[in-house]
């Protein structure tokens, strides 16, 4: 279980999280809104430990990573997997070796076998004619799915966090982003992978999502299922949500 | 910048310092990296070793027997040109240019890794970027510029060796005999110290400025010139230091 108690962070004089709180369970499905540089990013790095909060609590499974090591952390970052908004490719190899990346580093595997892996995983996002060019060979679409098959290949994550996986993509590749989210978390809690998916779609993240929760002012000022959250009385909010109601 | 701020970045560089090389020892090995680093580093810089080396044994040995000659004395030229080439010439000059070709590239690769968030990633899927991006590059830089040192040196020779004989028509065999009397082991131990020193002086320079790089194209431009600079600055004095000391160490009187 995830947990961020009080947390405040700020660059400068420049507080982007005020005292925020909130918990989930690794198995659910949670979607963070907010508009552009309310903290949303903010938040998962410091769920990793990438970040350190200036005062607050971040409990992983009821441990407060905030003081840890960077060795100390590694064994918490285990339990998740991220790609991030740029999708953060490692830009100087091609698509097979950014998505082996993991493997080679845990395991032995022999090049066959990571080739017959690498290849099932990109064909499940169904990129597989891509597998021996660069990053910057790439679309932006087809990067983001690569930073997928990247995140899931040679780990066994108990939570993904996707920043702003469908941002910049045409419509079509942004639902078939959602569907793979969707895909990559089915069975049935507590087993299931969840993931905190945080985004600005507000429409993509009610196809994924059964917990929002909306950041404003570097605080959650929602937080509750999709009912919820088309009955709220804040009008910022109503608004930020509109269409929702369209659909 | 305050002295908070500087104080706190001396101290990361310090630590990094301290715990790249300590990355040799304990699993992952990075083999392969490593080894593509050497290549990188090492065959990679033998062009402009070689230019570099060649060119300067040739001035020098131009300008020295120049001097002599008036003086009577050009004779001298080949014990002379030896001597600085080994001990402090060669090492040096090759070290500058390993800093320009070699140091600026791992800045500028490890902050862009920095910057497109790939360091991030390791770091969440458990990988040390410490030992995966700075160990790799720090053990080949020592291994490598002693090696491209006595590379550098021995063209140097051959160059200066070229222009006592064919420019100021002294007698060849004269100039080897006088350079086998300076290979003696004082001379030869001075040499190759430095550039051991001088690899791992640049290496982590360059990658604390790639790991420290922030705020877009010209952070890195920042720290890609702060890469160079700094290691420029440091081979010239830590050159000087050593050298006083090696004299001391070595027992010679100055
Ligand atoms: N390294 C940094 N230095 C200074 N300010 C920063 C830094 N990173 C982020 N910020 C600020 O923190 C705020 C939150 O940034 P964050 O990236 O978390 O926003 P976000 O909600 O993810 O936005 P977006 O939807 O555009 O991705 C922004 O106002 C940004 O200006
Ligand atoms: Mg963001």
């Known amino acids: ?247 | 910048m305050n002295i908070r701020d500087t104080i706190s970045r001396l101290q990361d560089f310090y630590i990094l310092c301290f715990r790249a090389p300590l990355g040799v020892f304990g699993r992952p090995f990075y083999i392969r990296e490593t080894i593509e680093h050497m290549d990188y580093m090492g065959t990679g810089s033998l062009f402009i070793v070689f230019l570099v080396s060649l060119f300067i044994g040739m001035a020098l040995s131009l300008q020295i027997s120049a001097e002599l000659s008036a003086l009577g004395l050009k004779m001298y030229t080949g014990r002379i040109v030896g001597l600085s080439i080994i001990r402090e010439i060669g090492p040096v000059a090759i070290a500058l240019s390993f800093a320009g070709r070699v140091g600026s590239g791992i800045t500028s690769e490890i902050g862009s890794m920095i910057l497109g968030h790939q360091v991030d990633i390791m770091r969440v899927h458990g990988v040390n970027p410490l030992k995966k991006l700075v160990t790799p590059r720090v053990i080949s830089a020592v291994l490598m510029l002693p090696v491209l040192t006595i590379i550098g040196d021995a063209v140097s020779l051959l160059g200066g060796y070229y222009i006592s004989v064919f420019v100021s028509h002294q007698s060849g065999s004269y100039y080897w005999s006088q350079i086998r009397d300076i290979m003696n082991f004082k001379n030869i131990f001075s040499g190759v110290i430095k550039p051991f020193l001088f690899g791992y002086l640049i290496s982590c320079i360059s990658c604390y400025m790639g790991l420290s790089a922030r705020g877009g194209a010209q952070g890195l431009r920042k720290a890609t010139t702060s890469a160079v600079v700094m290691s420029t600055i440091m081979i010239i004095i830590s050159d000087f230091m050593l050298t006083r000391v090696l004299l001391l160490v070595l027992g010679e009187r100055v």
């Open chain 1, 1 to 247: 279980m995830i947990e961020l108690r009080d947390v405040t962070l700020a660059y400068g004089d420049h507080v982007v999280l005020d005292r925020v709180s909130f918990k989930a369970e690794f198995h659910e499905r949670v979607a963070i809104l907010g508009s552009s540089g309310e903290g949303k990013t903010t938040i998962l790095r410091l769920i990793l430990g990438l970040l350190r909060p200036d005062s607050g609590k971040i409990l992983i499974d009821g441990q407060d990573i905030t003081e840890h090591s960077e060795s100390q952390l590694r064994d918490f970052r285990m339990n998740f997997s991220i790609v991030f908004q740029e999708g953060a490719l490692f830009d100087s190899m091609n698509v097979r070796e950014n998505v082996a990346f993991c493997m080679r580093e845990y395991t032995n595997y022999s090049e066959d076998e990571i080739e017959k892996r690498v290849r099932s995983l990109l064909n499940r996002l169904g990129i597989e004619d891509a597998i021996y060019l660069m990053p910057e060979e790439l679309s932006g679409g087809m990067q983001r799915r690569v930073a997928i098959a990247r995140s899931l290949a040679g780990c066994e994550p108990k939570m993904m966090l996707y920043d702003e996986p469908t941002s910049g993509l045409d419509p079509l590749t942004a639902d078939n982003i959602c569907k793979l989210i969707k895909e990559l978390s089915k069975g049935d809690p507590p087993g299931r992978a969840g993931f905190i998916i945080v985004t600005h779609k507000v429409t993509d993240a009610s196809k994924v999502a059964e917990r929002f929760m909306y950041l404003r002012n570097g605080n959650i000022i929602f937080d509750g299922d999709i009912n919820a959250l088309k009955n709220t009385s804040d009008t910022e909010l109503r608004s930020f949500i509109s269409e929702l109601y369209a659909a």
